[in-house]
């Protein structure tokens, strides 16, 4: 596969934002997004999907997070479009499931080229260190949206609300990861041999 990296800003009344990839990173990230909870969470699909990001971002922060939080989801979303190009040679299917203590949840994604997203996460609070975790729903689907992926997002327990998103984050990342990563069923194949499989 291609070098998969990308750069894409997006500027608007309410935000300016850019997002740089390397879909073929080692974990490293860096925010500058005013939004320190979203950072921490950002910071999980880094690590987990071993995927390079980094994230500057200016918003209306003084009304509230919603438009940063949508828009950085949107450029990501870009982004990762961009990055993965024609998605040959690409797994394309991927799911994790993820603990933390009392919580888990399980994410799948498929690169499918059609966005779609189904998102239950049902929050025992409404907010963590000043953060509406209403917003999470907004970020993927601006995500899901403009990646153009189909993307299946469940907590299937949990009681501590940071327990809760970080395994949603942490699952996402490593479905990610399954999904980009190369086909090895594909490796050598030929069209003289296409008909064999």
């Not at 828009?71 to 982004?79: F, H, V, Y």
């Not at 993965?84 to 799911?95: A, L, Q, S």
């Not at 999904?179 to 003289?192: C, H, N, V, W, Y």
């Amino acid at each position: 596969m291609n070098e998969r990296k990308a750069t894409i800003s997006r500027n608007t009344l309410e935000t300016q934002i850019t997002v740089t990839v390397n879909l073929d990173g080692t974990g490293t990230s860096h925010f500058e997004t005013g939004v320190p909870f979203l950072d921490h969470m950002m910071d999980q699909i880094a690590r987990h999907g071993l995927i390079d990001l980094v994230v500057h971002a200016k918003g209306d922060l003084h009304i509230d997070a919603h438009h940063t939080v949508e828009d950085i989801g949107i450029t990501m979303g870009q982004a990762f479009a961009e990055a993965v190009g024609d998605k040959k040679g690409i797994t394309r299917y991927g799911h994790a499931y993820v603990p933390l203590d009392e919580a888990l949840s399980r994410v799948v994604i498929d690169f499918s080229g059609r966005a779609g997203l189904e998102y239950h996460v049902p929050y025992t609070r409404g907010s963590v260190g000043g953060f509406d975790v209403d917003l999470f729903s907004e970020f993927f689907h601006g995500f899901v949206n403009h990646a153009k992926v189909t993307l299946h997002i469940d907590n299937l327990r949990g009681k501590n609300t940071h327990h809760q998103a970080e395994t949603v984050f942490k699952a996402f990342g490593r479905a990610l990861r399954m999904a980009l990563q190369a086909d090895e069923r594909m490796a050598g194949i030929t069209p003289s041999t296409k008909g064999s499989l």
